[in-house]
Nanobody, 124 residues
């Protein structure tokens, strides 16, 4: 089972960016998919999650600017980021839970599978 995150890059404050996470080696239509971010030296931070039902959970720090979505048939989850700020600079990780969790959880302890991360850098 692998999760491959892509779409990171260097952008300016106020710009938009879309991250994608493709899952392979398994079916994740019944799993919760999530995005987390981490700045070196700091703890991993929840960004957003989406259950198979479409129910979503978004961190207050990105609410109104970031939108999570998923395409179950393609085993892909997206994170549309707009109005980016320098404080959004981080390594972004996608993650998936196992089956049996039907609400968009925030804690990383629920997530069994993790991608390798994609770097987002926002310049001021």
């Amino acid at each position: 089972v692998q999760l491959q995150a892509s779409g990171g890059g260097l952008v300016q404050a106020g710009d938009s960016l879309r991250l994608a996470c493709a899952a392979s080696g398994g079916t994740f239509s019944g799993s919760v998919m999530g995005w987390f971010r981490q700045v070196p030296g700091k703890e991993r931070e929840f960004v957003a999650s989406i259950a198979s039902s479409g129910a979503q959970n978004t961190a207050d720090s990105v609410k109104g600017r970031f939108t999570i979505s998923r395409h179950n048939a393609e085993n892909t989850v997206y994170l549309q980021m707009s109005m980016l700020k320098p404080e959004d600079t981080a390594i972004y990780f996608c993650a998936a839970t196992g089956y049996g969790i039907n609400r968009p959880v925030r804690s990383p302890t629920f997530y069994n599978y993790w991608g390798q991360g994609t770097v987002v850098t926002v310049s001021s």
